[in-house]
Structure formats: structure tokens, C-alpha cells
């Protein structure tokens, strides 16, 4: 493998890490504070699929990224209602939410579109350019550092940028404002924080409408950037591999970094190469596919350090009386 | 003293979610621009009108039945065993090996061995999340998703590099040997005297569901180890005390729930397709959770919620031949009834309770 090669698998490895990221870092505002959220896919679904709608029907791809934020965050009110008001269980809820965003998607998409529940593909105004950072074409005939950085650092789209800079402004949020520590509060001892006169039920509705939002993104995303309209279940599982980055990072902002860049070089792989020949035997490609589950699976187990989940989590909060 | 009787809480609560979800179901097709009521005339006619959409509605019925008692063993055991989609993919590779691999004199044999063989592939895809949950404390739930996808991986490997005959273009297995053809419902019907359609996959498997149903009650409520699997999921501390092993009873709980699911692949693999399709389980592993749900994890329930989902499968599959609606329709309407009876039950619960409570102290 030579250099420019790496270059084009990491460049894509950015680009598909990007959902992720989004994605991760919902899960990790939700779950931090005590909500569990397998519905991450449902989310990232519904919201992929109504700014793609949205955009090919306005083509402007802002209000198709609204449009998504306000899919998912209906989804996301759901959870809340059914998690937080009702003490439901949130892994059904979440796992209704899956459901109701794949069947919704396609049946709405059927009704307005009439393409089997495809969108219409979207052109020019409607998706996302690529952003080509200051001096780009300048510094790019430089040997190592050119390519680095005009193809793999410049010329996403801006929703990249926003992914990565939204890493350490979450860590910021939830370590150094007071928000933050209420949230991570409540998701570890929630009845000491209700002590304090500090409303869990807000915190927990705030941390799952802010999940809702960058769920929203995250579907935007997908149909806007990566892709370039909405195709039937064309999230694939990214929402549950964005819950394995989570588990992976354990349920902190850096580390959720670095996880979904790992899981998207996976995937980056995956389609470069389809089977890897080690000379001896060749490793199929399905199994690099499977691959981010199988690693979750072994840190789950705990051979690779421990992940510690919020003590609080999955547990709906019932006031003393 | 609960504040309801026990049928209120039994079949009044599960109705008026049922209730809900079917009404919101229903404003989804007027929103879509169809007519509700022509549609669901149009599923009774086209799933319950003749013995052939009898067959069909019975055939989807049994998968449900199969991966319905799956999951409700575990919920009983208080483990939410979202894995049966991958355990019953896995059943199916076990039931196509047996099949395949095995010049076997008789169906009937087949038929035992591929139960046989089912179940055991299922129930070996749930023992390693069910080892790291009892053993490592990893959460069930997340492990089964993921050996789902793990499951979907292999299952392409297998077919496309192992099982698919050299040639062919669709991956697949080989076709089995004609002689393995089980029964159809019409032909053991037809033996009795009874007329009914033959051209529909509704086969012997499931008179093997019914006895599922009975054995999963015996084993839940007869047997010591289903009263210990009851115990450990009503409350995990109080059983370790009276000398429940945990580890045991987890290991046990998702071996018979991966078990149950892995047996429905004899309904599909071996009673319909007659060879081992790529993605054969079609959902029905997560149908299973709406159906334990509504059956409210008893057997009688899971029947019952079987039964009406097989009748959604089919008349969904009626809707989409003959209006514009599509299949997705389904999905929709199981989402909204995992989320009303499961996620959202206390939204119908604490109102009924407090009627209930006025009712007596209007009486006392």
C-alpha cells in the first residue's frame, strides 16, 4: 500500500466516521444521564430521510438539516415520554422507535415520492459541498505534508468540521459547566441531585432533546453529505456501530472520538479492499465487516479494560414520597 | 392487595393498548391517503377470507409462535433477549446442514433431526452473550444486537463461499432432496377429512409450536426450574438468597429462548423454502418482542398475539398486492405496539388503577 492510497482510506475513513461521531456523541449526552438509547438508529433514520425530502423538495440543503433536526427530536420526545413521564423500559422503547422510523420512512417516502421509498436524488443546491481549507491548492504539490492536508484535512463537507469541533465543546459541557455535572449527576445518583433542588426530570428531557439534535445531524448527514438522497434503511446498523463506539469509548467524549475513527477506518477498509489476502489465507470481507461488533463484543466481555456504564442508567427516577 | 383485579391486568390494559396502537395505525393510512376501513376489510378478506389466506396467516403465525415463547422465557427470567433474529438465522444453518449433509430414509427423521439441530445452532448463538452476561456482567442486550449483525456477516460468508452450489447465481444452498418435503397443514387436514388449501407453506411445523407453547408453560410453571427462572427474574437479589445460582439460571434462560428461536428455521428453511435463503428469518426474530409483549410473556398470550400478527403478515402482504400501501405498513404497526404495550404500558395502566381504586371506594 503506498502513501497516496493511505490517504484516500484515511480521507474516507473522516467522511464515514462523520455519522458516527454525531451519533456517539448523542448516545453519550442520553446515556450520561441515565437514559439508555438503542433508538439512535431510528433517530439517525428519520432524520435522514426527512432532510433529504425536505431538501429535494426546497433545494436548500439548510432546511433539509432542520427539517432532520426536527424528525429526530420528535423521536427523541417519544423516548422521553415513554422513558422519562411513563418509567417505561427504554431498551423497548428504544427498540419501538427502530421500527417506527423504518416503516415510517418508507411509507411517507412511497406516498410523496412514489419511488419505493427512495428520495428523488438531489442536486447541486441540495447536498453539502466540499469545503477546501485556506492555501489548500498552494500547499498541496509540497511532498507529505501537501496531500495531508489538502486531501485529507481540506475539502470536507461542513458538517465534518462541526462533528469533530462538537468533541471538545461536549467534553467542555459536561466537565466544565454546572450543566454538565448535573447531567453526569443524574445519570450516577440521581436521587442526590433531586436532593439538591435540581429538577432530574428536566436534566434527563434537556440531555435527550440534545441527543435528538445531534441524532438529527448525524441522519443529515448520511443522506446530505456521505450520500446524496435518502435510500430504504440506508442508515445500516451505523446507529448501533455508533453504540459500540460508545461502549468502546466509555462513555466519554475524546475516547468516542478516536472509537468512531477506528470503526470508520473499518469500514473504509471494508471497501477498498474486499477480501484481504495474507498470503497464507485470505480474511473475507464480511469479516472485516463484522468486525466493530465482534471488538465490542470482546470489550464488553472486559479482556480489553473494563467499561464502566452510568450507575443510574436504564433506571426510570421515582421521587420519594 | 394490587389495585386491580387480576383480569384487568391481565387483558383489560393489553387491549387498550392494543386499542391505541391500532387506532394510531389507522391514522397513518388516512394519512397516507388511503381508507382505513377498506383496508382493514381488505386484510380480513385477504388473510382470514379463504383457507388459503388461512395458510399463510398460520404459516407467518408459527415463526411468531417460535420467537415469541423465545423472547417471553427470557423477559420471564428479566432478560430482553433482542438476539432472535440472529439465533433463528443461525437455526437455519443447523437445519439446512442436517438436511443437506445427511441421506436421511425418511422426512420424519429429518424432521426430528433438524428440530434437533435448530435449536442446538440457536441456542449455541445465545450462550456466549449469555456467558458474558452472567459471568463478565456484559449487558445482554447489547451483545445480542451485536452477534445479529455478527450473525449477518457469517450467514452471507456461509452462503456465498460455502453452501452456494458452483454455479449458481442467487446465494443460497443447494435445493434438499425432494423426499424431505414436509407435510402441508392441508395434507394432515385433509387426512381427517377436513377440506383445505394445499398451495400454501403452512406445514406440520406448526403443530411442533403448539407443543412449544405447552412445554414452555410446564417448563415456566411446573417444573422447578422454570419457578427458579420466575424467581431470578422477579428479583435477582431475593433468589441468590434462597440459594438460586445465577450464573446457572441466566445460562439456562437464553439457551431455551436461543433454542425456541433456532426451531422456528424448520417452519422456514426446511416446511417453506426447502433450501437455506440468504436473510430467511424476514424479521420475524424481532416481531417476537412486540408478540411477547402483547402476550404479556405467557404462553396463551403469545398464541393469541401470534395469531393476530400472522394475520397483520398476511393482510399486510394482501395490502400491498392489491392498494398502494406498502409492507412497511406492518413494521409501523409492530412499532407502535412494542411502544404502547411495552415502553408506554404505565400511559394506560395508572389511569385503569385509579378507576379501579374509585370504583372500591365508591363501594366501601
Redesign the interface.
Known sequence: MDFATLIQILDSTVRLATPLLFACLAGLFSERAGVFD?GLEGKMLAAAFLSAAVAAITGSVWLGVLAGIFASLLLAG?HG???IT????????G??????A???T???G??WFGLG?RTPPLTSGGRFESITLPFADSIAPLPFIGPIYSELISGHSILVYLAIALVPASAWLLYRTRFGLRLRAVGENPAAVDTAGVSVIGIRYAAVAICGVLCGLAGAYLALGLAAGFGKDMTA?RG?IA??AL?FAKWRPWYALGATMLFGFLEAVGNRFPSIDLGLFAI?S??V??LP??I??VI???FIGKAR?PLAGGQPYVKER | MSAMPKWADAVLVPLISLLIAFVISGLVILAIGEDPVAAMKLMVTGALGSTYGWGYTLYYSTNFIFTGLAVSVAFQTGLFNIGGEGQASLGGLGVALVCLFVPWPHWSMAFVAAIVMGSLFGAAWAAIPAYLQAKRGSHVVITTIMFNYIAAALMIYVLVTVLRPTGAMDTASARFDASLKLPRLGDILGMVGIPFNNRNPANISLIVALIACVGVWLLMWRTRLGYQLRAFGKSEQASVYAGINPVRITMYAMLISGGLSGMMAINTVMGEAQRLLLNSVEGAGFIGIAVALMGRSHPVGVLLAALLFGFLYQGGAELALWTTIPRELIIVIQALVILFTGAMDNMVRRPVESLFLMLRKGKA
Not at chain 1, 95 to 100: E, G, H, R, S, Y
Open positions: 438503542i417519544v415520554l415513554a422513558s411513563f418509567r417505561g423500559n427504554q431498551l423497548i422503547s427498540v419501538a422507535i427502530n421500527f417506527l423504518a416503516g415510517l418508507v411509507l411517507l412511497q406516498k421509498g446498523g448501533f453504540l459500540a461502549i473475507p464480511q469479516f465487516q463484522a461488533y465482534i465490542t463484543v464488553l466481555a472486559g456504564p
